[in-house]
């Protein structure tokens, strides 16, 4: 069965070389059922790939598949291979099979749209790039893939290229993940130059053996690898880019946010991990930059009104949380969350989906309301994926995860009682925008009546998704419900096991305790001040301290302000300065010097011979006399 693992990338490779070459002279109807027929077959593939793979006695090995020397030149022979262990095995599972409900739901939200067959070839390519980023074996084929979804990213969030606000949205996300990308890549030179090879694990095996602990050269790469991951996965300072893709289709966000893109770095760090555990700066640097993010991104999202950009700013707080369970050595866990909000927060965006096109595409929140009886599956999958998002007690998927997260950041060597806190800060700050976003948009007076309702297309990936964001977490439940470390167990061959320490003011029980009193206050706080009594948060942030950190907050900490002063500005004046391009001048002037001689030179030639004689009597004896002299 694990020969056929080539073919989970290249079968959507095929669709989408078919999709954007013949896609134009499709019907609608063929064009989305190879779209989406080439994903879901993948995701038997790796289905299939999966239960091999558990059944094999133990579970928990690898599998190497060469396909070809990519290129050879002075000793440097990366391979085309795909690499198959228990990591990269769930993330491939997850990303396809999420992809694939994705795809269909695709189906009737783009249906009548002109650029439908190459809106699934896009797709198409996104997901091939995806599974070549999980599956390479080396870093340069990783970096093949990790450029491939930056492509894919910017031809879907400017899909719709003819409104002006869409190509910024996409040239936007284009460069600020290009700034992550060259930190990545000087990292990858780094490695190659000290370690010899780009192959992951003779890598991974040469930095313990060559490197000490705490060495300069780990710290650096890690350091330049996490610049890679912020761009990616919009991480502070790199994640202005994320709310602004909001300009692509719907389906668009569900596949960045939950299924590929935004998780490329984490992967990226968890696949690297042993040089994160040789330089404890740089795994610092990676819990630092996780818990200040969801923080700052709960803060922002609290202040939205477009549907699409408060559910953007969720994704940047989880991938938060992902990063804090990397930073303290909670391996695992962070890919614990990484399969739990693939679940939940494609559900919550096909929602939003369903609900803008119900809503004649308004995305605005406030002119929404009393949605809850006319849109009934929708409220429900909102429910469901807000309480896994903002962790309700027991019964949903992300509260399991994202509490193993937080007791991994308190109980672990490398953690600390502040990251915690920051990580139950973000609890509450996400039960406060979550249910601010439900209760604005669903219940209340209506403010505009449904167009229609969803059909069967979006309606059972819905139901799918929302299923799995409740039972997807069972698979790792906590030390006080049994301690049934399914999850755990099964990636230990491919991650070091979460480390942990004994708190000694306070039990894993204790450490949750504390983020569900922060759902609770939270979901109080949202029925409070967006049901009961709208005309509070309203009068606070119209006047004095309110409203400057309303708008503060709404402008994303004023992240946009401050680069467009420190950097779009200048580089614009300086174009402007430099329009006539000062390097070119040294080209230009050799060329007018050389038209002004040939002008000086054309002044002889005037057909006089007495002119020609005379100057031919006078260089002869300019001659003479120099030699004479000399």
């Given at each position: 069965?694990?020969?056929?693992?080539?073919?989970?990338?290249?079968?959507?490779?095929?669709?989408?070389?078919?999709?954007?070459?013949?896609?134009?002279?499709?019907?609608?109807?063929?064009?989305?059922?190879?779209?989406?027929?080439?994903?879901?077959?993948?995701?038997?593939?790796?289905?299939?790939?999966?239960?091999?793979?558990?059944?094999?006695?133990?579970?928990?090995?690898?599998?190497?598949?060469?396909?070809?020397?990519?290129?050879?030149?002075?000793?440097?022979?990366?391979?085309?291979?795909?690499?198959?262990?228990?990591?990269?095995?769930i993330m491939v599972l997850v990303v396809t099979f999420v992809s694939f409900f994705i795809h269909v739901y695709s189906v009737e939200y783009m249906h009548g749209?002109?650029?439908?067959?190459?809106?699934?070839?896009?797709?198409?390519?996104?997901?091939?790039?995806?599974?070549?980023?999980?599956?390479?074996?080396?870093?340069?084929?990783?970096?093949?893939?990790?450029?491939?979804?930056?492509?894919?990213?910017?031809?879907?969030?400017?899909?719709?290229?003819?409104?002006?606000?869409?190509?910024?949205?996409?040239?936007?996300?284009?460069?600020?993940?290009?700034?992550?990308?060259?930190?990545?890549?000087?990292?990858?030179?780094?490695?190659?130059?000290?370690?010899?090879?780009?192959?992951?694990?003779?890598?991974?095996?040469?930095?313990?053996?060559?490197?000490?602990?705490?060495?300069?050269?780990?710290?650096?790469?890690?350091?330049?690898?996490?610049g890679g991951a912020c761009g990616k996965s919009a991480q502070l300072p790199l994640q202005t880019w994320l709310p602004d893709a909001m300009a692509g289709p719907?389906?668009?966000?569900?596949?960045?946010?939950?299924?590929?893109?935004?998780?490329?770095?984490?992967?990226?760090?968890?696949?690297?991990?042993?040089?994160?555990?040789?330089?404890?700066?740089?795994?610092?640097?990676?819990?630092?930059?996780?818990?200040?993010?969801?923080?700052?991104?709960?803060?922002?999202?609290?202040?939205?009104?477009?549907?699409?950009?408060?559910?953007?700013?969720?994704?940047?707080?989880?991938?938060?949380?992902?990063?804090?369970?990397?930073?303290?050595?909670?391996?695992?866990?962070?890919?614990?969350?990484?399969?739990?909000h693939a679940f939940f927060k494609a559900l919550l965006f096909l929602a939003s989906g369903m609900v803008i096109t119900s809503m004649h595409h308004e995305q605005?929140?406030?002119?929404?309301?009393?949605?809850?009886?006319?849109?009934?599956?929708?409220?429900?999958?909102?429910?469901?994926?807000?309480?896994?998002?903002?962790?309700?007690?027991?019964?949903?998927?992300?509260?399991?995860?994202?509490?193993?997260?937080?007791?991994?950041?308190?109980?672990?060597?490398?953690?600390?009682?502040?990251?915690?806190?920051?990580?139950?800060?973000?609890?509450?700050?996400?039960?406060?925008?979550?249910?601010?976003?439900?209760?604005?948009?669903?219940?209340?007076?209506?403010?505009?009546?449904?167009?229609?309702?969803?059909?069967?297309?979006?309606?059972?990936?819905?139901?799918?998704?929302?299923?799995?964001?409740?039972?997807?977490?069972?698979?790792?439940?906590?030390?006080?419900?049994?301690?049934?470390?399914?999850?755990?167990?099964?990636?230990?061959?491919?991650?070091?096991?979460?480390?942990?320490?004994?708190?000694?003011?306070?039990?894993?029980?204790?450490?949750?305790?504390?983020?569900?009193?922060?759902?609770?206050?939270?979901?109080?706080?949202?029925?409070?001040?967006?049901?009961?009594?709208?005309?509070?948060?309203?009068?606070?942030?119209?006047?004095?301290?309110?409203?400057?950190?309303?708008?503060?907050?709404?402008?994303?900490?004023?992240?946009?302000?401050?680069?467009?002063?420190?950097?779009?500005?200048?580089?614009?004046?300086?174009?402007?300065?430099?329009?006539?391009?000062?390097?070119?001048?040294?080209?230009?002037?050799?060329?007018?010097?050389?038209?002004?001689?040939?002008?000086?030179?054309?002044?002889?030639?005037?057909?006089?011979?007495?002119?020609?004689?005379?100057?031919?009597?006078?260089?002869?004896?300019?001659?003479?006399?120099?030699?004479?002299?000399?």
């Amino acid at each position: 069965m694990f020969h056929l693992l080539w073919l989970v990338p290249a079968i959507p490779f095929a669709s989408a070389a078919l999709l954007l070459i013949f896609g134009p002279r499709m019907s609608h109807r063929m064009a989305g059922f190879l779209g989406c027929a080439s994903i879901g077959l993948s995701a038997l593939i790796s289905i299939l790939i999966t239960w091999r793979f558990i059944a094999l006695p133990p579970p928990g090995g690898n599998y190497t598949q060469y396909l070809w020397t990519w290129m050879n030149v002075a000793g440097f022979h990366p391979d085309i291979a795909l690499y198959l262990d228990t990591l990269s095995l769930i993330m491939v599972l997850v990303v396809t099979f999420v992809s694939f409900f994705i795809h269909v739901y695709s189906v009737e939200y783009m249906h009548g749209d002109e650029g439908f067959s190459r809106f699934f070839g896009y797709m198409n390519l996104f997901v091939a790039s995806m599974v070549v980023l999980l599956l390479g074996n080396n870093l340069l084929l990783l970096y093949l893939g990790w450029e491939g979804v930056g492509l894919c990213s910017y031809l879907l969030i400017g899909f719709w290229y003819t409104e002006p606000k869409n190509s910024l949205a996409a040239r936007k996300a284009f460069i600020v993940t290009r700034v992550g990308d060259t930190a990545m890549a000087l990292g990858l030179f780094l490695l190659f130059d000290k370690l010899g090879t780009l192959t992951i694990q003779p890598m991974m095996h040469a930095a313990q053996l060559q490197w000490p602990h705490g060495s300069v050269y780990a710290t650096a790469a890690g350091l330049l690898l996490l610049g890679g991951a912020c761009g990616k996965s919009a991480q502070l300072p790199l994640q202005t880019w994320l709310p602004d893709a909001m300009a692509g289709p719907t389906p668009t966000s569900a596949l960045i946010h939950a299924a590929t893109m935004v998780t490329a770095g984490v992967y990226l760090i968890a696949r690297t991990h042993v040089i994160f555990q040789l330089a404890p700066t740089a795994q610092l640097a990676v819990a630092v930059v996780g818990a200040v993010t969801l923080v700052a991104a709960g803060f922002a999202a609290v202040t939205q009104d477009d549907i699409k950009r408060i559910l953007a700013y969720s994704t940047v707080s989880q991938i938060g949380y992902m990063f804090l369970g990397l930073g303290v050595g909670a391996w695992t866990a962070a890919i614990f969350h990484f399969m739990t909000h693939a679940f939940f927060k494609a559900l919550l965006f096909l929602a939003s989906g369903m609900v803008i096109t119900s809503m004649h595409h308004e995305q605005n929140i406030f002119k929404m309301g009393g949605l809850r009886k006319k849109l009934p599956l929708t409220y429900w999958a909102f429910v469901i994926g807000g309480c896994s998002l903002a962790g309700l007690p027991l019964v949903t998927a992300g509260f399991y995860s994202k509490g193993l997260i937080l007791w991994g950041a308190l109980s672990s060597p490398v953690g600390s009682t502040w990251l915690w806190i920051f990580g139950v800060v973000g609890v509450f700050m996400t039960s406060l925008y979550i249910f601010r976003l439900i209760f604005i948009t669903f219940h209340g007076e209506c403010q505009k009546e449904p167009s229609h309702r969803p059909g069967w297309l979006m309606g059972v990936p819905v139901i799918v998704l929302s299923t799995l964001a409740i039972v997807g977490g069972f698979v790792e439940l906590p030390s006080y419900l049994g301690n049934h470390p399914w999850f755990t167990n099964f990636l230990q061959s491919s991650l070091p096991a979460t480390i942990e320490a004994h708190h000694p003011l306070m039990s894993e029980l204790g450490a949750e305790g504390w983020a569900v009193l922060a759902f609770f206050l939270g979901l109080g706080g949202a029925w409070y001040l967006f049901l009961r009594h709208r005309e509070v948060p309203e009068a606070l942030a119209a006047k004095g301290l309110g409203r400057a950190l309303h708008r503060w907050w709404y402008t994303d900490w004023g992240m946009d302000w401050l680069y467009d002063r420190l950097f779009v500005r200048p580089v614009g004046w300086f174009s402007r300065t430099n329009k006539t391009d000062a390097v070119d001048l040294i080209y230009t002037g050799t060329a007018a010097l050389t038209r002004a001689g040939w002008a000086s030179l054309r002044l002889t030639e005037t057909g006089r011979v007495r002119w020609y004689a005379t100057a031919l009597v006078l260089g002869t004896v300019i001659f003479v006399l120099i030699v004479a002299l000399l």
